[in-house]
């Protein structure tokens, strides 16, 4: 199977892992305006959230307050967080 000349090839997710979806264009956006300004510490996050979506990292993850601080997931409330990218940015 021959691929498009040019394409991004998807890093593939471990067996161990878990997958990242966007919750809205303004994450993917978001997502994208950081991986043209912090690449390294972007991916550094990414493998970070899909080996451990669940771990909080007291430096680097802060519950998100208000209606952001609780999300409805297939009937159950989860809480929501944003994980500390760069000392500027967030995921």
Not at 38 to 50: E, I
Request: aromatic share 10%; with cysteine.
């Amino acid at each position: 199977m021959a691929g498009k000349r040019g394409v991004g090839v998807p890093r593939p997710i471990k067996g161990t892992e878990y997958e990242i979806f966007f919750g809205n264009t303004a994450a993917q956006r978001g997502w994208t305006d950081l991986k043209a300004s912090a690449k390294n510490a972007l991916a550094d996050a990414y493998d970070y959230l899909t080996a451990h979506p669940a771990r909080y990292d007291p430096d680097r993850c802060y519950q998100l307050r208000g209606d952001l601080s609780t999300v409805l997931v297939d009937g159950v409330v989860l809480p929501q967080w944003q994980y500390k990218v760069t000392d500027g940015a967030g995921v």
